[in-house]
């Protein structure tokens, strides 16, 4: 995005309304990637429509606001955080259509600057050639403007934008997005940057939350690296999985929540059981624990708070969580609550001594060995040994990608999809040529009928 002289922006929120028939030819991007669900398609929503955030939807834009609750906005209505009905979109920002009469935003973000203390934390909305700015709900005088002016070198009919501030980018930068074009814009030169990332879908939204970027394609997301856009992990996922939070506590019973967690057929991040043999899953913003026959269902940020979200992989050693979230490790001492220990997040090279993302890892009884897995390979490191060193212990060639894996009494799980696999040992799985009997996640691990 580019800053008139007077303006240096901060990361706006993601706004988004569905295009009328006459500027459809502008969204064209978008328009194809939608698909006709129970809400209606993405061109076809009015002041009238109900839209269920548990549907599954293409989002137009997100973005987060001053206070760091997040904005999704599809059509004319907005989604604020992560539960709750979707309200108009002219209630929070009228002169969107005071202005233009649309219904829709292209591309919204909250400029982040903290060099220009005057602009940090203004919004800024993109609709066809024009640029909204707001600061505190407030549209700026003299705006809208076009989208040339303020951000010379950027084109109109926008896909997304997200920020991009120091030091995550080298300088304070706005990144663009429109079909396979990607723009860096630095705030301070104005200088423009054609990107090409490769390995990264068109986006039709993009937001930075928590220090992470997010490009949401369709019903799904993939998190990137801003200045490679390379995609780590285990992506694309269903956005609505990860930041709706349709289960929510506010939303359900405490026991409707825990047996949707239970049920649920989307795939687990990661999967442990501790020395006690207590089991602890996490799929998304969820944790799920069981004891005996006890399940207990909450938020990795209610008992994890210094996590936030989903994490990559989780093993248990010697009373404490390692839980490994892209190129960071959180310890935790398993406990009520259980307790975050001083000095971490650490990086994972220091403390496994291995790059990361990671897909799984896993530690089995009586062993100091943690067996860490990233692609369809295995690698061992000593946790008695001082520096750390990834010893490459061989390949797994049944899978071409495990989502998760522990190691029990009845030998080594493998969580891929919906389903589960047992090896009687780690040596079996990376050398058997027979496949072991399959078994669902969420009847045969979770205990449900369905």
Do not use: W
Not at 308 to 315: G, L, N, Y
Request: proline share 5%; glycine share 8%; net charge negative.
């Amino acid at each position: 995005m580019r800053l008139v002289q007077t303006l240096t922006l901060c990361l706006a929120l993601s706004l988004s309304l569905a295009a009328p028939s006459d500027h459809q030819e502008g969204h064209a991007k978008k328009g194809e990637k939608d698909k006709p669900h129970a809400e209606g398609h993405k061109h076809e929503l009015h002041h009238g429509a109900k839209l269920d955030r548990c549907a599954g939807m293409e989002f137009d834009a997100v973005a987060v606001n001053e206070e760091g609750v997040p904005y999704f906005f599809k059509g004319d209505h907005l989604f604020k955080g992560f539960h709750g009905k979707a309200e108009l979109s002219n209630q929070t920002f009228p002169e969107l259509d005071d202005h233009h009469h649309l219904g829709h935003v292209d591309a919204a973000l909250r400029m982040h600057c903290e060099d220009s203390p005057g602009h940090h934390d203004h919004l800024f909305f993109f609709l066809d050639h024009k640029v909204f700015s707001y600061y505190k709900h407030k549209l700026e005088k003299g705006y809208p403007k076009e989208i040339s002016e303020v951000f010379p070198g950027i084109p109109d009919h926008l896909d997304a934008a997200v920020e991009c501030p120091k030091p995550d980018c080298t300088n304070d930068t706005v990144i663009f997005f429109k079909g396979d074009e990607i723009y860096h814009f630095d705030i301070k030169t104005k200088k423009v940057d054609e990107k090409e990332f490769k390995s990264m879908p068109n986006c039709t939204g993009a937001f930075r939350y928590m220090g992470h970027y997010y490009c949401f394609h369709g019903h799904q997301f993939s998190k990137f690296d801003p200045i490679t856009g390379e995609v780590h992990g285990k992506y694309p996922k269903e956005s609505r999985d990860y930041f709706m939070k349709c289960s929510h506590f506010g939303d359900k019973s405490t026991d409707d929540h825990i047996e949707r967690e239970q049920c649920s057929r989307v795939h687990l991040d990661a999967i442990t059981s501790d020395d006690d043999g207590s089991v602890y899953a996490f799929r998304g913003h969820h944790f799920l624990s069981i004891t005996g026959d006890k399940f207990h269902s909450d938020t990795i940020e209610s008992a994890f708070k210094e996590l936030h979200s989903e994490v990559d992989a989780v093993f248990s050693y010697e009373g404490h969580l390692y839980m490994i979230k892209d190129k960071q490790v959180f310890v935790y001492k398993v406990g009520e609550p259980h307790t975050h220990l001083e000095g971490y997040p650490k990086p994972l090279k220091e403390v496994l001594g291995i790059e990361g993302p990671v897909h799984a890892a896993f530690v089995c009884a009586d062993k100091h060995i943690a067996h860490v897995i990233k692609g369809q390979t295995i690698y061992d490191v000593d946790l008695k040994v001082t520096p750390r060193k990834p010893v490459r212990e061989g390949s797994i060639t049944q899978f071409k990608r495990i989502d998760a894996a522990m190691c029990g009494p009845k030998g080594v799980t493998v969580v891929i999809g919906n389903h589960y696999y047992i090896y009687d040992s780690l040596m079996i799985m990376m050398r058997g040529k027979i496949m072991p009997e399959q078994h669902k996640v969420s009847q045969e691990l979770f205990g449900c009928d369905h």
